[in-house]
């Protein structure tokens, strides 16, 4: 048997897969049945202080190495999501990692405070969602405005560790985690997706009503190796990494990359039995490489 536990900033996994928000929405029941099915802590989508409707439709499209979603954030508000987030803490059975987003410094505050009421392991500040501001306004595009949304959340919330969602978009990505831990971050999440487009050439249209996207899924592992290990050499938090993982062999590359934990996003949808699999996989590698544990995996220099 080998060993898949790990932790982050003190809250245990029996395995490293963390569901990436989004994915499976904010409804408890989803959270849960990604926990029953293998996940080692799961996230919730991110939720604002009041509703957001999100854009409208086409929102997503799926080729088999990517995908493109341009959803918009669209989610119930904090109230709503109290109770779905205090019944996944209750029942899961693994942690779980409340996700919120903001348009304001202020707003990244008071949204974690409240979702601190209902106790989730860990809160991520989704500051990297890329269809949501004007190109290149993201919190994450510069260390100035991520550190200053950590240190408004922190000042708030004392006693949940927190996560720095960051974008690979940038030239240095090490150098804002770096920023962020300075300013208390206990946890970095990377990344989220990429910035993309996709055209339909009989219609002479954006395939996105929205044009532009976020890309996921496999075509995004290079470059979340690189952005992982880019934050490992500036940054010594631990990291929930992730960006097209969709196999254990894909779960090692991003370990040694420097990833303390594992997200899973769009691999929901190309596997059956994602976290089922990628743990079986990566079990299966660590066995055939005489690894007993995940700390036994060295980090690539
Ligand atoms: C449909 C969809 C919705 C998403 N919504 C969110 C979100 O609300 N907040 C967030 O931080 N990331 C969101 N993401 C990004 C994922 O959490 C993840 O960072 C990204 O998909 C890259 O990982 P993957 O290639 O494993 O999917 C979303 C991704 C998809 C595909």
């Not at 990517?66 to 119930?76: E, K, V």
């Not at 510069?142 to 996560?163: D, G, H, L, M, Q």
């Not at 150098?175 to 009989?202: F, H, L």
Request: glycine share 8%; hydrophobic share 45%; charged share 20%.
């Amino acid at each position: 048997m080998v060993d898949l536990s790990t932790s982050l900033a003190g809250v245990k996994m029996k395995n490293p897969l963390v569901l990436a928000s989004g994915i499976r929405g904010n409804n408890a029941k989803l959270l849960i049945r990604a926990a029953k099915e293998g996940a080692g802590a799961v996230t919730s989508k991110s939720c604002s202080l009041m509703p957001r409707e999100g854009h409208v439709n086409p929102t997503a499209i799926a080729a088999p190495t990517y995908m493109l979603n341009a959803i918009g954030l669209s989610n119930p508000g904090v109230e709503a999501e109290l109770g779905e987030i205090q019944e996944a803490v209750a029942h899961a059975g693994v942690p779980i990692i409340a996700s919120v987003y903001a348009d304001s410094v202020e707003n990244f505050a008071a949204a974690a405070a409240r979702i601190s009421s209902a106790k989730p392991a860990i809160i991520e500040l989704d500051i990297s969602c890329p269809n949501v501001h004007k190109e290149g306004e993201m919190f994450s595009s510069n260390k100035e405005a991520a550190s200053e949304v950590t240190r408004a959340v922190k000042a708030k919330v004392k006693n949940i560790p927190i996560s720095v969602k960051l974008s690979a978009n940038v030239p240095d990505i090490g150098s804002i985690a770096a920023e962020c831990q300075k300013s208390g971050a206990d946890i970095i999440t990377a990344i989220n997706t990429m910035p993309a487009m996709c055209i339909d050439i009989r219609a002479k249209k954006a395939v996105l009503a929205n044009q532009y996207g976020g890309m996921s899924g496999p075509a995004l592992l290079p470059i979340a190796l690189r952005a992982v290990h880019s934050i490992r050499k500036k940054c010594s938090l631990p990291i929930i990494g992730g960006g097209g993982v969709t196999s254990g062999e894909d779960a090692v590359a991003m370990i040694m990359a420097g990833a303390t934990a594992v997200s899973i996003g769009s691999a929901v949808w190309y596997r059956k039995d994602a976290f089922g699999e990628i743990n079986m996989e990566m079990s299966q590698f660590m066995k055939a490489e005489n690894y007993h544990k995940l700390s036994e995996i060295k980090l690539i220099e």
